[in-house]
């Protein structure tokens, strides 16, 4: 069988879902540095952007704007969900991806504390409530999209993407860091260095605009005639208000566990243990290979043997070791590394096949606001607070009792995984 244009059919569908692959991993990709990065860098922020007053409280109040641009996630989910199911997944995903290069920009170029005074700390305020809005449209967006894309029997080997390319973005991040903390002095860190990673997401962001400017929309969108797409939708979410549910209990211990060991564990090495930073750096590089490795191999075990049980499997694991791990990692870069590969192997479960989990609960026509606004919020109040949380309990030396906090969520996850279908191999056109 042979295209109009003298092509091979499997041809065409090879190109399409190459393109697909491509356009949502580079834009996810990006948006997951912007995102990370200001974890990373966060010691230089506050040096910069804060009064060096008083350097403990300058960090506490770079991660409280940290938390406060998870504040913004719940209405991007809302606005962009709004456009991925009224117009479009690939409008959304293109609007998301471009706000998010611009509040990079905002960053990269924001005047010093000592030119300015308190201005710099607005404009870092604003910078971050503008990613978070795109981030919270990017995820539900780029997961449904992705999902609806993906032939239903291999959906969760494509889902991986999503944290795949996310990861492959934040590892992109922290090897900048390590370079430059190893190329430049301290001195030049914390006058210019720090601006370079931002600027650079800023510059990416505007090719991976141009990436999804290019895709195609999914068929089950196209598929829903016009009345369905503009049912009015807060009674569908009302009416869907148990998924949603499921969406918050299914991702609170992911995203708390994922934020401690996958994102923020190098810089909390760095300032709370005294570690290295570029050493720490190194080590969270290591360890977020072995998660992308990890990712395919439940995603793919998903598609063989069901989404709950690979679920319960993750978030068991990681509730069972995170006191082991937490007592090996001392100050040692080796320690860091050995503690985040075995967290992040067991909540690459979760984190691989959630996308497809999430789009597999709603139907077509509120499936991207349906994922993006419950996800958003729990995100929001569970993952942005997760840094500040676990900073302030170790300043008061209180820090097991985060410990049990993030194990008690892992165990909420688990007990809502009893409360879904198995959704294995479900088809999204209906």
Known sequence: MTSTVGMPAEVQVHKSHLR???????????????????????PFIASALF???????????????????????????????????RIGRKTSMTFAVGLAALGSLLIGVAPTFE???????????????????????????????????APKEKRGFWATLIYTSGTAGILAGTLL????????????????????????GGALGVYALVMRARMKETAA???ETP????????????RHRKQALQVIGLTVGLTVSYYIWGIVAPSYAATTLKMDRGEALWAGVIANIVFIAALPFWGKLSDRIGRKPVLIMGSAGAALLHFPMTWLLKDSPWQLAVTMSVMLFFIAASAAIVPAVYAELFPTKIRTVGVGVPYSICVAVFGGTAPYLQTWLGTVGQASLFNVYAVILLLVGIAFVFTIPETKGKDLTH
């Not at 697909?20 to 966060?42: C, H, K, M, P, R």
């Not at 009345?227 to 009302?238: A, F, N, S, Y």
Request: hydrophobic share 50%; no cysteine; aromatic share 16%.
């Open 221 to 223: 969108f196209e598929a």
């Open 177 to 200: 860091g390590a370079i430059l903390s190893n190329v430049l002095s301290q001195g030049d860190m914390n006058s210019w260095g720090w601006r370079i990673p931002f600027l650079i």
């Open 51 to 85: 009064s060096k007053a008083d350097p403990t409280s300058a960090f506490l109040a770079t991660l409280a704007i940290f938390a406060v641009g998870f504040v913004a996630r719940p209405f991007g989910g809302f606005v962009f969900g709004w456009i991925g199911d």
């Open 227 to 238: 009345t369905e797409k503009h049912d009015p939708m807060w009674p569908q979410i009302w």
């Open 115 to 149: 030119a300015v005074g308190a201005f710099a700390s607005v404009m870092l305020l604003v910078a971050r409530l503008i990613q978070g809005l795109a981030h919270g449209g990017e995820l539900p967006s780029s997961q449904t999209y992705l999902s609806e894309m």
């Open 20 to 42: 697909t692959l491509i356009g949502t991993g580079i834009g996810n990709a990006v948006e997951w540095y912007d995102w990370a990065i200001y974890a990373t860098f966060s």
